[in-house]
Nanobody, 127 residues
C-alpha cells in the first residue's frame, strides 16, 4: 500500500503562484508513475499533469501548458506541481495519484490507470 499526502494548496490572487507537494509513504516510490488531477465544483475530475517513473518525461493538459511544471524527487519520495500565472479557472481540489508500472518512461493521463490517490488539497484563485 502507498499513502499519498498533498500539501501546498491555498488562496492566491489571479496571476500568482503555488507549489503543491505530494509525499508518498513506503519504499516503492521510484517504481511508480505519478500524476496530478483536479476537480472543480460540479465538474468531473480531470487530468492536469503526469511524470514518468524515471522523471524523464512529462505530460500536461493543454490548459496548463507553459504555466505548470511537474517534477519528482525519488530520493525524497515526493512529486511536485509548480503552478505559475494562476487563473480563477484553476480553482479546484488538486489530487495526487500514483500508478504501479514497469515502464520507466511512460506517462499516464487517465484516472482509471492510477492505483493510489491522495485526499486532495484546495487551490483557490481569486480574481
Amino acid at each position: 500500500q502507498v499513502e499519498l499526502v498533498e500539501s501546498g494548496g491555498g488562496l492566491v490572487q489571479d496571476g500568482g503562484s503555488l507549489r503543491l507537494s505530494c509525499a508518498a509513504s513506503g519504499r516503492t516510490f521510484s517504481s511508480k508513475a505519478m500524476g496530478w488531477f483536479r476537480q472543480a465544483p460540479g465538474k468531473e475530475r480531470e487530468f492536469v499533469a503526469a511524470v514518468s517513473r524515471d522523471g524523464s518525461r512529462t505530460r500536461y493538459v493543454d490548459s496548463v501548458k507553459g504555466r505548470f511544471s511537474i517534477s519528482r524527487d525519488n530520493a525524497k519520495n515526493t512529486v511536485y506541481l509548480q503552478m505559475n500565472s494562476l487563473k480563477p479557472e484553476d480553482t479546484a481540489v488538486y489530487y495526487c495519484a500514483a500508478k504501479d508500472t514497469t515502464y520507466g518512461t511512460v506517462c499516464y493521463t487517465r484516472r482509471n490507470e492510477y492505483n493510489y490517490w491522495g485526499q486532495g488539497t484546495q487551490v483557490t484563485v481569486s480574481s
